[in-house]
C-alpha cells in the first residue's frame, strides 16, 4: 500500500528531537529516553552514537532539514560533525569496540568513515545544495585517510565497502539513497577514465585542471551540453555517456535550484 510506505518513511521525524537536532531513543509512552549524550555510543545505537546515528535519512535529507530547523541548521551541524573532536564514551558497550578505536586513530572529526552507516554523510552537503562543501570533504577523506600502503585504509574492509567507497569517490559520483536511481556528483581524482558497462555502452569521464587543492567542480558537461544538476541518473549513465568535469582550487558558489537537488521525498510529494 503505498500511502502506509509513505507514511513509513516519514516515522524517522518521530525519533528526531527538534530542540537537539539529533536522533534519540523514545520510551514505549513517547516520553524521551534520558539521559542523552552526544558522545554515548551502544545502548539505543548500533556501533555509534547520536553523532553517527541521527542521518540515516537518504530518502528525505530535504525534510530532515526542514525538521531540523532549516537547511542552514543541518549544514551547520554537518560542518560541526566533519570537525568536532573524535572522542567517544564506551556508553552501552562497557568497552572500546574497534569502530571506536578507528574513529580516534584516523582523526577526523565524528565522521567515523571506517563503518557503513557514515558513508553517505559528505555527500548530506549537496543533496541540501551545498556542493561544494561535498567536494572538499569527499577529496580530502579520500587523498588523507585512503593509500595503496599496507595501512591504506581508514579500518577494518568489511565485504569490500571502504574500497568501493573510495572507487565511487574517485569517480565523482555517488549513490546516496538505496532505491533511488541516482548519482550525487562528488569530487573526481583521475584525470581520464572509461567505463565498460555490461549492456556494450561506455562511460568516458574527464577532468580538466587536475592538480593538488584542485577539489572543486566548476563545471560538468554530459554528453557536451552544461550539465547543472547536482547528480547524474542511473539511466543517462547506462545509456552511455561523456562526462567533462572542470576542476578549480576556488568552490563555485552558484545557488543551485531545488529542481538541481538530488531525491528527497518532502521535494518530490
Not at 565522521?111 to 572538499?136: D, K, M, R
Not at 556528483?185 to 584525470?191: A, M
Request: proline content about 5%.
Amino acid at each position: 500500500d503505498y500511502e502506509l510506505l509513505i507514511g513509513r518513511a516519514g516515522n524517522y521525524t518521530r525519533l528526531l528531537d527538534p530542540k537537539l537536532g539529533f536522533m534519540r531513543a523514545r520510551k514505549a509512552d513517547g516520553s524521551w529516553l534520558e539521559a542523552f549524550d552526544l558522545l554515548k555510543w551502544g545502548g539505543a545505537y548500533c556501533e555509534g552514537g547520536p553523532w553517527q546515528s541521527s542521518w540515516a535519512v537518504q530518502h528525505d535529507m530535504l525534510g530532515l532539514a526542514e525538521h531540523m530547523g532549516g537547511r542552514e541548521v543541518l549544514l551547520a551541524r554537518m560542518k560541526e560533525l566533519m570537525t568536532a573532536p573524535p572522542e567517544f564514551k564506551t556508553g552501552g558497550y562497557d568497552i572500546e569496540i574497534h569502530e571506536m578505536s578507528e574513529m580516534a586513530a584516523v582523526d577526523f572529526g565524528q565522521f567515523a568513515i571506517s563503518n557503513q552507516p557514515s558513508f553517505h554523510l559528505p555527500y548530506i552537503f549537496a543533496v541540501i545544495g551545498s556542493p561544494a562543501e561535498t567536494q572538499y570533504w569527499v577529496r580530502k577523506t579520500a587523498e588523507e585517510l585512503f593509500s595503496a600502503e599496507t595501512d591504506g585504509l581508514p579500518g577494518d574492509e568489511d565485504n569490500g565497502s571502504l574500497s568501493a567507497w573510495y572507487i565511487f569517490a574517485s569517480l565523482g559520483m555517488y549513490p546516496f539513497c538505496p532505491g533511488v536511481p541516482e548519482y550525487v556528483i562528488g569530487s573526481p581524482v583521475f584525470e581520464r577514465i572509461t567505463l565498460h558497462l555490461e549492456n556494450g555502452k561506455e562511460i568516458r569521464m574527464e577532468a580538466e585542471n587536475q592538480a593538488e587543492g584542485h577539489c572543486y567542480v566548476q563545471e560538468v558537461k554530459l554528453n557536451g551540453q552544461q550539465h547543472q544538476a547536482l547528480y547524474f541518473s542511473h539511466e543517462q549513465l547506462t545509456q552511455g555517456a561523456t562526462i567533462q568535469f572542470k576542476l578549480s582550487a576556488e568552490p563555485d558558489e552558484r545557488a543551485s535550484a531545488n529542481k538541481e537537488l538530488p531525491y528527497s521525498l518532502s521535494a518530490r510529494r
